[in-house]
């Protein structure tokens, strides 16, 4: 997996030994994991358990604070449930909440999505969210993610409350207009 590097950030491979502690600081936080639909970790032991079982074999990044080389959140790309066959992924990410609010997410997203389009060759990019998280809906529009439509009742979190899925795509052709516009190809 490749490291990728933004102005404030280093996206890079998860270390179950050296990074438990920095994950474990902010998914035990309440207001963390039940918005992306996962309970706050209850221990060390859980958040070393999660670097192994979901990060690394998804190739989930580890987002770090170059100034204080913390681990301070993960962002990655799964399979695209809802399209199989076709060269779409879906894009998840979560992060500490004393970092929220300084455009960290939409940095580490921009990376990320430019990753999916030049190096894995993706024609879709998708995320999924809930109607109450107006920050992640919010961080979706900044990447320029189309609305889609609204799943009702599909998606069971944590504790089985059922929550309404709001669905978004980019495709690689959108991405390329907007980076022509930004002028940046
Ligand atoms: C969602 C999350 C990743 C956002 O990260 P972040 O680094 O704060 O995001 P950014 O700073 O790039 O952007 C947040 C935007 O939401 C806006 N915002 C903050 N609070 C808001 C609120 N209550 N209502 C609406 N918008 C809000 C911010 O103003 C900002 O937009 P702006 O740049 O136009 O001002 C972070 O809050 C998080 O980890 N939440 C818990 C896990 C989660 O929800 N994961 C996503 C699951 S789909």
């Known amino acids: 997996m490749k490291t990728l590097e933004t102005e404030r ?39 070393k358990m999660r670097i192994r079982q979901i990060f690394l074999p998804n190739d989930t990044w580890k987002i770090v604070d170059k100034e204080t080389g913390r681990a301070i959140g993960s962002i990655g ?11 779409s992924m879906e894009l998840g990410y979560s992060m500490a909440k004393d970092y929220w609010g300084r455009g960290l997410m939409t940095e580490a997203g921009t990376a ?3 990753y999916a389009f030049t ?3 993706l024609e879709i990019v998708t995320i999924t969210t ?9 961080v979706i529009e900044k990447l320029g993610f189309i609305y889609e439509g609204k799943l009702r009742r599909a998606f069971k979190i944590y504790d089985g409350t ?8 980019l495709f690689r052709s959108e991405w390329e207009a ?8």
């Open 112 to 114: 990320v999505l430019e």
């Open 77 to 87: 790309l799964e399979p695209d449930a809802r399209r199989p066959g076709i060269r």
């Open 178 to 185: 907007a980076e022509a516009a930004r002028g940046r190809t």
């Open 130 to 138: 809930g109607p109450d998280n107006r920050r992640s809906r919010r």
């Open 119 to 121: 190096d894995l060759g």
């Open 162 to 169: 059922l929550r309404d899925v709001l669905c978004y795509s």
């Open 9 to 47: 950030l280093r996206l890079e491979r998860w270390s179950v030994r050296k990074d438990a502690a920095d994950l474990f600081a902010y998914a035990q936080d309440p207001d963390v994991g039940p918005n992306a639909g996962w309970a706050p970790h209850k221990n060390i032991r859980e958040s």
